[in-house]
């Protein structure tokens, strides 16, 4: 069974950062490219953030290139996103996922219905 655990979110002030992590268990983890995506109230569900199997390459939406960062640990099965001067407009539940795919470009996984499994999420709060 797959399971992924996401960690770290919270309430954070404007301009403020925050890393949020995920846990996975019940897959070869180095064998997926794991993404963010977010869901804003009210809103769909949209791309965060995506990064390859070996953590070489990376993808990001445009509203959060140079503020977001996203790694992944294959030793701890773990990968993490980085957020920097948070705007209230990054409030979200951000949810970890895993796909399992084709070996295509990290682009690719910029589309959200490529992914298999996912986490439950975690709240990301920014005041303004």
């Known amino acids: 069974q797959v399971l992924l655990v996401e960690s770290g979110g919270g309430l954070v002030q404007a301009g403020g950062s925050l890393i949020v992590s995920c846990a996975a268990s019940g897959l070869t983890f180095s064998s997926v490219v794991m993404g963010w995506i977010r869901q804003a109230p009210g809103k769909e569900r949209e791309f965060v953030a995506a990064i390859s199997w070996s953590g070489q390459f990376t993808h990001y939406t445009e509203a959060v290139k140079g503020r977001f960062t996203v790694s992944r640990d294959n030793a701890k099965n773990t990968v993490y996103l980085r957020m920097n001067s948070l705007t209230p407009e990054d409030t979200a539940v951000y949810y970890c996922?895993?796909?399992?795919?084709?070996?295509?470009?990290?682009?690719?996984?910029?589309?959200?219905?490529?992914?298999?499994?996912w986490g439950q999420g975690t709240q990301v709060t920014v005041s303004s």
């Open positions: 996922a895993a796909a399992s795919g084709p070996r295509r470009t990290i682009t690719y996984y910029s589309d959200i219905r490529q992914y298999q499994h």
